[in-house]
């Protein structure tokens, strides 16, 4: 049986992780030919050695790592180091780890972040689904400017 592993954070203003779980939960074969494992970090410089962790001692073959940076200045340079941390561990465990975030300031308003957080956790946790049982899927969307969060931005015409 595969495992899939979800790592969120407490800093995060939305519950993400519970959105992925729940999208995970609806996939074809969930409990008999994959399962889910969560863990849970302080902030979004924690991600890439839970999902390391997850890789190597839970035997995850994908993990979603789902954060929020916050407005300021200092969480744009964090949220960076963060992604490079995390691009890292997918090169040191040779396994895919899809970076998940939702900056605060992606809205003015923080209550109409809500539908991103879902649509972006959701999709990504299916996506990861996609990648590891159903890699055709990601093929027939390939060049149709699909978005997690937000709107399809669709195809370019030629």
């Known amino acids: 049986m595969e495992k899939i592993g979800v790592v969120d954070t407490m800093f995060a203003r939305y519950d993400m992780g519970s959105e992925a779980l729940d999208e995970l939960a609806s996939c074809p074969g969930y409990g008999e030919r994959f399962s889910v494992v969560r863990r849970t970090v302080p902030g979004f410089k924690d ?65 109409q972040l809500v539908p991103v957080f879902k649509d972006r956790a959701r999709k990504h946790a299916r996506n990861a689904y996609w990648m590891l049982f159903e890699p055709e899927e990601l093929v027939r969307r390939a060049g149709r400017g699909v978005r997690q969060g937000y709107a399809d931005a669709g195809p370019i015409s030629a």
Request: glycine share 6%; charged share 20%; proline share 6%.
């Open 47 to 111: 991600l890439a050695v839970a999902a390391k962790r997850l890789i190597e001692q839970d035997g995850c073959a994908i993990v979603i790592a789902l954060g929020m940076p916050g407005k300021a200045p200092i969480d744009k340079t964090c949220a960076h180091e963060a992604s490079t941390g995390i691009m890292m561990a997918q090169l040191l465990t040779s396994t895919p780890i899809l970076e998940v975030f939702v900056h605060e300031d992606e809205e003015e308003n923080p209550s």
